[in-house]
C-alpha cells in the first residue's frame, strides 16, 4: 500500500483506481510509529478530498504530535482544525463529534460544540482524526483525574497538596475501547466521503502469536481493531546508506544512513 522512491512520502491518494479501494465503510487507518509520516499523509488525505469534491476536511486532533507538516492546509482553508488536547469532558465530546457537531459560538458567545445542519454537509467533504492512541489516553487520563466507579472502583487514590490521582482498573480499558470502537463507526456513518484515522503502533497477541496493529489501550484491542475500518494502512521506517563524495572523518565511510518512510 505505501510505496517508497527517491527518499520521499509516498502520497497514497495518489494511487488512483490501483490504490485504495473503499468499500461500504469508507473509513481507513494509517498506523506506524512516530516520525513515518501519518500527519502528512492527513494534508494529502485532504487535498485529495479537495480536488475530488472541492469540500473541506475537517481535522480533529488530540495534541500529540502537533501538526506542523499541514500548517500549510489550514492555513488555506483545506483543513478545519478541532483540537481537543484540553478538553475536560473528552467522553463527551467523543461522541458529539461522531454525531457531526463542530465547535462554534452561540448566542452568548461562548465556544461550543453545535450540531450539524443541512448546509454542514455541502461544505465538509471528509474527517480525519488524529487519532486512535491519543483519544484512548486523552479519555483515561480523564478517569485519573475523576475516579468513576464502573463495575469496579479505582485501584487507588493518591492525593498531594490538594491534588487527587485515581489508578485506573480493567473496566476502563474496557470503556474506552467501546467508546473507540462506537466512535469508527460513528464517524465512518456520517454523510461525507472519507473518515481517516492515525495511531501508532502497537504489539499484541492472537493465539499466543505477536501481533501488529494499532495502539489501542489494552493489547486485546490491537488484534480486533482492524475490522473496524474499510481499509488498513502501514508506515513503515527503514535506513539506507546513500554515496557522499566526502567520507566520513571517523569512519572513512563514504556513506551516510538516511530514514526512508
Same mark, same amino acid.
Given at each position: ?38 500527519? /502528512?499523509?492527513?494534508?494529502?488525505? +485532504? ?14 486532533? /488530540?495534541?500529540?504530535?502537533? &501538526?506542523?507538516?499541514?500548517? +500549510?492546509?489550514?492555513?488555506?482553508? !483545506? ?23 463542530? #465547535?462554534?459560538?452561540? +448566542?452568548?458567545?461562548? #465556544?461550543?460544540?453545535?450540531? #450539524? /445542519?443541512?448546509?454542514? &454537509? ?10 486512535? /492512541? ?29 491534588? !487527587? ?25 456520517? #454523510? ?70
Amino acid at each position: 500500500w505505501i510505496l517508497t522512491g527517491a527518499g520521499c512520502l509516498c502520497n497514497i491518494f495518489k494511487l488512483g483506481s490501483q490504490g485504495v479501494h473503499m468499500t461500504e465503510n469508507h473509513s481507513l487507518c494509517f498506523y506506524g510509529g512516530s516520525g513515518c509520516g501519518k500527519t /502528512t499523509q492527513i494534508g494529502y488525505f +485532504a487535498d485529495y478530498i479537495r480536488r475530488t469534491t472541492g469540500k473541506q476536511t475537517r481535522l480533529i486532533h /488530540t495534541g500529540d504530535g502537533g &501538526w506542523d507538516p499541514i500548517q +500549510a492546509y489550514i492555513d488555506a482553508g !483545506v483543513i478545519d482544525i478541532c483540537n481537543v488536547a484540553g478538553s475536560t469532558t473528552p467522553v463527551a465530546a467523543l461522541i458529539k463529534l461522531r454525531r457531526g457537531w463542530w #465547535p462554534g459560538v452561540n +448566542a452568548e458567545g461562548k #465556544p461550543v460544540l453545535q450540531a #450539524p /445542519t443541512e448546509e454542514t &454537509w455541502s461544505k465538509v467533504g471528509a474527517y480525519a482524526i488524529e487519532g486512535l /492512541t491519543g483519544w484512548g489516553q486523552l479519555i483515561m487520563n480523564h478517569f485519573h483525574r475523576v475516579g468513576p466507579s464502573l463495575s469496579q472502583d479505582p485501584s487507588y487514590k493518591f492525593e498531594e497538596a490538594g491534588e !487527587v490521582f485515581y489508578g485506573g482498573n480493567m473496566t476502563y480499558y474496557g470503556l474506552i475501547q467501546d467508546l473507540l470502537h462506537d466512535a469508527v463507526r460513528g464517524f465512518s456513518a456520517l #454523510p461525507v466521503s472519507r473518515t481517516m484515522w492515525t495511531a501508532l503502533e502497537a504489539t499484541g497477541a492472537e493465539d499466543r502469536s505477536t501481533i501488529y496493529g494499532p495502539d489501542i489501550l489494552g493489547r486485546k484491542a490491537v488484534g480486533r481493531s482492524p475490522a473496524w475500518f474499510g481499509v488498513m494502512l502501514h508506515g513503515e521506517m527503514y535506513t539506507v546508506n546513500e554515496p557522499t563524495s566526502t567520507p566520513d572523518p571517523i569512519t572513512l565511510q563514504s556513506f551516510v544512513p538516511r530514514v526512508r518512510r
